[in-house]
């Protein structure tokens, strides 16, 4: 590789350092001193270790550049300037209303591949862009990740090293800027960069110790970086402010403009008009078979089948029809059923370990990549990964997450084991599809349904056996529901998902037994749910009970009371309240209250009080 002009990176450099302030200063807010240590590592990397083609973004040979320190978005936006990507016209219009270019970059620019300024993710996703590039795309692309040394205290960085050690990704490198000054004072070990070599070391990376304002051994490193067979992180030793006395390496500068930008834009020497030409990759080409048609397994009426199992068994299924499907496992496919996909497809099977954030954001980073990722744990566990969830959201990323064993009906395991506030914490997420499938077709279907699905889409499955009460050949489209009972007398409508729909048929059977008619209808889809359905029975029959194994906060009840209420019908809402401990699944669906004999009386004492 060629020598890089010394004098030209130094121009550079300042140049991103100046326009970091010029930013910072027109938009009144933003990180300019977060910027300024890191600028001369990326001065370096775009101008001679990057392999972009701005003008073809979705090209397969492309690198990818993730900021995990977003907050050093005013460097990010500068080195786009640079490269030709944006104006200097737009770069003014930083943080302002409108702007593309906002406090942390989000894909709304299209050389920006997820949402970061949470910090911890970063590097956690950029682990999963190299896993599809060592094992799905196979090409040599590379995955630059610039962190913060404040971050390094994030568990999840550990958990995505570790993967990326135990997966001997060379096709990643993580830049630490180790500028030693957090938000509120030094970070846990300032300049000690031996101490994060060590860390690093531990889990089979190459690191290379270096002073991050040398532009000669930066270059070096990129370039050592690129070339090593293992994943390599840099660490290189900056100082926060480069470049300007009054903030270099001081306290109390960080997350706000300069008081003084003009002199500070003059000691830096002023504004400058240097360009940065990025090499483009090679011309790669991706081929993937042609997709066939999904051929779902079908479950006779009748049977009793869990619904984590027709999951895995209808996955496997969507693995053979679509090639674009990849399954991410946390330790649990045994469980969750997703062995069926890891025996069929290994090479699209990934197990991340007991590791859920890493789980999640590997699936992130594999839709970057534009595979289908299917990311599969028990339902209370994906609450350790909801951080990342909810990025992968601001992200505009296409993530299908599957959680079994939820709620009550799982049984002696108890509470520690049951998803209780699955539901809500998906429903409150922007763009969500929350599903809840009570039988074994239903689920089939509503699998190969989420495929192509845009967001963040939730299945949730049960651990029991439940019976088969619909056709292998029926339909259930998202946003919709059936209804299993109705009639004009209905003195009420149960509205149920998932387990409590076959205690809700119960229910009914009893009650119609005793002449109280009631209409029975299932919510599969929580979001979007089907507003005309839930309206027209609040209206008809006048009295709505809600039956749910979850807690009421959030859940199957709080939906539909958002699309009945201003008709004003009577709401009972039946759900999981006191803290469950260990019995028989029946046991705690009655203990919580929701099962067929509380349903039941719930229309009694309804009827009672009309």
Known sequence: MTEPDPRYLAELAAQLRVDAVRASAAAGSGHPTSSMSAADLMAVLFAGHLRYDFADPDAPGNDHLIFSKGHASPLLYALYKAAGAISDEELMTFR?????????????????????????????????????????????????VLCGDSELAEGSVWEA??????????????????????????????????????????????????????????????????????????????????????????????????????????????????????????????????????????????????????????????????????????????????????????ERFFECYIAEQQMVAAAVGMQVRGWTPYACTFAAFLTRAYDFIRMAAVSRADVRLVGSHAGVAIGQDGPSQMGLEDIAMLRAVHGSTVLYPCDANQTAALVAAMADRPGIVYLRTTRGDTPVIYGPDEEFPIGGSRVLRRSDEDFATIVAAGVTVHEALAAADELDREGIPVGVVDLYSIKPLDAEVLRNAAISSGNVITVEDHWPEGGLGEAVLSAVSDLGPRVVQLAVRGMPGSATPAEQLADAGIDRASIAGAVRSLRRSA
Do not use: M
């Open 161 to 346: 090293v570790e993967q990326a050690g135990h997966e001997e990704l060379a096709g990643i490198t993580a830049i630490v800027d180790v500028n030693r000054l957090g938000q509120r004072g030094p970070t846990r070990h300032g300049w000690d960069t031996g101490a994060y070599a060590a860390r690093f070391g531990a889990f089979g990376w190459h690191t290379i110790e270096i002073d991050g304002h040398d532009l000669e051994r930066i270059h070096h490193a990129l370039a050592e970086a690129r070339a090593a067979r293992r994943p390599t992180a840099i660490l290189a030793r900056t100082r926060k402010g480069e470049g300007v006395a009054a903030i270099a390496d001081r306290e109390g500068a960080h997350g706000k403009p300069l008081a003084d930008p003009d002199d500070a834009v003059e000691e830096l020497g002023g504004p400058r008009h240097v360009s940065v030409t990025v090499a483009k990759p090679d011309g790669a080409a991706r081929t993937r078979p042609e997709a066939r048609s999904y051929q779902a397994p079908a479950f006779p009426v009748g049977e009793r089948v869990a619904t984590r199992s027709a999951f895995g068994e209808a996955l496997a299924a969507l693995g053979a029809a679509r090639p674009d499907v990849v399954v991410l496992d946390g330790e649990v496919a045994d469980s969750t059923r997703t062995q069926n996909f890891a025996d069929a497809f290994p």
């Open 96 to 144: 302002k209303r409108g702007s593309r270019l906002e406090g942390h970059p989000t894909p709304r620019l299209p050389w920006v591949d997820v949402a970061t300024g949470s910090l911890g993710q970063g590097l956690p996703v950029g682990v999963g862009i190299a896993l599809a590039g060592k094992r799905l795309d196979r090409l040599p692309y590379h995955v630059w």
